[in-house]
């Protein structure tokens, strides 16, 4: 299944773009997706949001979410 | 109820006076609180601050934000909020964020203004990147307010 | 530090506006917070207010909100504070009071805000005198506020 | 010694008048003062204030001081 991925921030510059898709295997989590993508592992304070909602890693994806990963919000 | 991203310069007290004339209804509230958050030319040890970007992720953070302004008008019976947050490029003291609040009494306007730009402090997703004579750097959390929340949360219990 | 004890409508918006960019330094402070209070076409009860006068005790108003200004400068690093205070003949929907205070970070603010509008609505010398069909009035006390104070701070400490 | 009386929002209404000018003997207190103007009781609530600082009925007063009786006030 098809999944958009985002990444800002901080995140963006590690993993030195700003968003990709990628294709895996139906039924994959969050954390399946990370490891998809990279080798590293993940920041351990790494935000997660699944079309829009924050969620954790165990979140099980469906074809077509839209994954977000950003370091921890400074915003106001 | 109103939540504005924008990219570009806001006058704060412009941009609350022309929401009230327009959406709240004469008479009816007791009480307004605003908050307006402003970039200092300081931070975090850092006493020359240039610029700032501010990075955000569009829809997601307009519907964060709405629904934090939701939960406010439910919880404290608070007739109307209306939020304004920078993006992109920001100079030292321009307005990063207003938070504006209209209720009968002033208890729950207080209560749920802060409780908008606590929340959107700690979960609307925002990135701020700093830059001065050396260089860009992206912020990493809100240290001292942090600091200054707990210190007040304790002022206040042990007052 | 200002305090104005007005007879006569003011728009508190441009006011703090106008004060913001008269006495605060650039990019020195991070948080603004400012409490509105507007007269309500209702009361405890009352609910066809057609007027309001506002006494109070010339001289000594303006020591007491002075002073109370000066104690949350001191107490909570306040980079300063600004207060409006109507007098005499007020329409329903006009601005009474307007408390305005700058700091560097948001906590302090919010706690120096609500701090002088509280002791304003309990210790300032001033008496409401409301008007309707009925005819006129001293207002007894802030009941409606108080509950929601109590309430408030209930809420607080049992979140 | 001389001193003077100010009545703010319903005791000027009571009393009848704004201010007033009262005689009284050395070491009076407040109470003595109310009790020099008028036979009624003190009302439960009223707040008193000497030269414009809140003060209590035990206060001892001073030639030339500005005494003000007025009930809760009710701004903001």
């Known amino acids: 299944m098809k999944i958009a991925i985002k990444y800002f921030a901080s995140m963006r510059d590690t993993m030195g773009k ?6 895996i295997s139906e039924k994959s989590s969050v954390a399946d997706l990370w490891g998809a993508v990279t080798q590293n592992p993940m920041p351990e304070n790494t935000l997660i ?28 | 109820m109103k939540v504005i991203i924008q990219d570009g310069e806001f006058d704060p007290w412009k941009a609350v006076q022309e929401y009230q ?7 009816k509230h007791g009480a307004s609180v605003t908050f307006i958050g402003s970039m200092r030319d300081f931070n975090d040890g850092v006493d020359d601050l240039s610029k700032m970007y501010l990075d955000h992720y569009p829809g997601m953070t307009e519907k964060h934000i709405e629904r934090v ?42 209560d749920a203004c802060r409780f908008i730009i606590n929340d959107l402090k700690h979960r609307a997703p925002f990135w701020k990147r700093e830059a001065n004579e050396d260089g860009e750097r992206w912020v990493e959390g809100n240290t001292v307010d942090e600091v200054a929340d707990q210190h007040s949360d304790m002022a206040k219990r042990a007052s």
Chains 1, 4 share one sequence.
Request: hydrophobic fraction near 45%.
């Open chain 1, 18 to 23: 700003a968003n990709e898709s990628v294709d």
């Open chain 1, 49 to 76: 949001a699944v079309n829009m909602e924050y969620t954790s890693s165990e979140h099980v994806l469906n074809e077509g979410d839209e994954v977000a990963f950003f370091p921890p919000v400074t915003g106001g």
């Open chain 2, 21 to 27: 004339s327009e959406n709240i209804a004469d008479g």
């Open chain 2, 69 to 110: 302004c939701e939960d406010a008008l439910n919880k404290w019976d608070v007739l109307d909020a209306f939020v304004v947050h920078r993006v992109g490029n920001i100079a030292p003291n321009d307005a990063i964020v207003l938070v504006a609040v209209w209720s009968e009494h002033r208890a729950m306007a207080f």
